[in-house]
């Protein structure tokens, strides 16, 4: 399951739809976005992190944020890179272990990988480098908005200021 919302200035008309999470698309985005990581598309630090860490895993997920400068809103893919706490706890027997969102369980695909839940990912990994992402426009830096009542009632334009009318939105 996926989640976003639709944001809406009823003053001044901007529009924004955010995305977060990646759906039943997961299993192909994960895989584009493990294979763009470890060629460098996605920056050296994470193509050096895969060289070094080959038991590593990504998070590829949407996520939502917003730019700390000028006020914009994005959906980016997290990024962020973790290895496992140890051989004992990792719980897929020697096979390569990722993660998705909105899964309480594991689930093997015809190529023997685990999927995990992104909800239990502290359990087995470590975080090495939250990715810092920036936005497209001024370059400031990105916050991650958490995707819950408080963060969501906060947003305003990054316009006019008007406090934006947000509708929620799932998908499989």
């Keep these: 399951m996926s989640s976003g919302y639709h944001l809406f200035c009823p003053f001044c008309g901007y529009e924004k ?3 977060h999470g990646s759906g039943m698309l997961f ?5 584009e976005t493990l294979k763009a990581a470890k060629t460098g598309e996605q920056g050296e630090n994470i193509k050096r992190f895969f060289e070094e860490h080959p038991d590593g895993v990504i998070n590829a997920n949407l996520i939502m944020t917003q730019c700390e400068n000028c006020g914009e809103y994005w959906s980016v893919k997290n990024l ?4 496992p706490k140890s051989k004992k ?3 897929s027997d020697g096979r390569n272990l990722v ?4 899964s309480n369980t594991m689930q093997t695909t015809q ?4 999927y995990l839940s992104e909800e239990v990912l502290d359990d087995y990994y470590d975080l090495v480098e939250q990715y810092p992402h920036s936005c497209e426009y001024c370059h400031g830096k990105l916050k991650i908005l ?3 009542i408080q963060d969501m009632k906060a947003l305003i334009c990054p316009y006019c200021k008007t406090k934006l009318i947000k509708t929620p939105v ?3």
């Design 17 to 19: 739809f955010l995305s």
């Design 99 to 102: 993660f998705m969102r909105h």
């Design 146 to 148: 958490n995707d819950n």
């Design 170 to 172: 799932e998908w499989d």
């Design 89 to 91: 706890s990792t719980p």
């Design 111 to 114: 190529n023997n990988e685990n």
């Design 27 to 31: 299993f192909k985005v994960y895989e």
């Design 80 to 83: 962020s890179t973790y290895i």
